[in-house]
């Protein structure tokens, strides 16, 4: 089956910094791939998503990239803020497959 | 309110007592999952439904048991709880299939004596 890893597990970054997390998947023919947000006590929420027929996505201070032959992608949050403190989850859903597999998660900490 | 609501939010009970967590959705969704969360685990797919009458394993469905009666609700059942079953559950729905944004529940923090 699909296997997600993420890294670094933890990230600390300055405010007003960027944050990079990455993700590598085993299936090459996966072809979804969200980022979801989990804030303290809260569900996971969808930040950002790309699919394999893109490369890079942007939603303003938040974009992702995709390397399709290296079987990874990232994401880029540029100018953080405080607020951007999280747990940070990849996704890589197989093609024909109806199940996401996650990664173990990025705690991100943003220093005021 | 578009949401996704769990019950209960806590709940403590002790090995072998059947327990049953609801998950119920307002969204008209099609596709419905059960997560649990674990340290260093992240998150794992238990079951999931790609619509009424429609159920499927995920990664972990070793004793779990779902069904899906009515769209709108999906819930998870352990017959025979065990420790390991102490975990962070979630459930989620999305409007159809995976690969549409899921919207998560606020969650459901089980402990198992």
């Known amino acids: 089956g699909e296997n997600v890893e993420q890294h670094p597990s933890t990230l600390s970054v300055q405010e007003g910094d960027s944050a990079v997390i990455k993700c590598t998947y085993s299936d090459s023919a996966s072809n979804y791939f969200p980022w979801y947000k989990q804030e303290l006590g809260k569900g996971p929420q969808l930040i950002i998503d790309?699919?394999?027929?893109?490369g890079e996505k942007k939603d303003q201070r938040i974009a992702v990239t995709l390397n399709k032959t290296a079987k990874h992608f990232s994401l880029h949050i540029t100018e953080t803020q405080p607020e951007d403190s999280a747990v940070y989850f990849c996704a890589a859903r197989p093609w024909g497959n109806n199940r996401l597999a996650f990664g173990k998660g990025n705690q991100v900490v943003v220093i005021p | 309110e578009a949401q996704v609501t769990q019950n209960p939010r806590y709940l403590i009970t002790v090995t072998g007592k059947k327990l049953t967590v609801t998950c119920s959705q307002n969204m008209n969704h099609e596709y419905m999952s059960w997560y649990r969360q674990d340290p260093g685990l992240g998150l794992r797919q238990i079951y999931y439904?790609?619509?009424?009458?429609?159920?499927d394993k995920g990664d972990v469905p070793e004793g779990y048991k779902v069904s899906r009666k009515e769209k709108r609700n999906f819930p998870l059942i352990l017959e025979s709880p065990s420790p390991n079953q102490t975990s962070l559950y979630f459930c989620?729905?999305?409007?159809?299939?995976?690969?549409?944004?899921?919207?998560f529940g606020p969650g459901t923090r089980l402990t198992v004596l």
């Open positions: 989620a729905s999305s409007l159809q299939g995976v690969d549409n944004e899921q919207f």
């Open positions: 790309i699919r394999s027929n893109v």
């Open positions: 439904s790609m619509n009424v009458e429609v159920t």
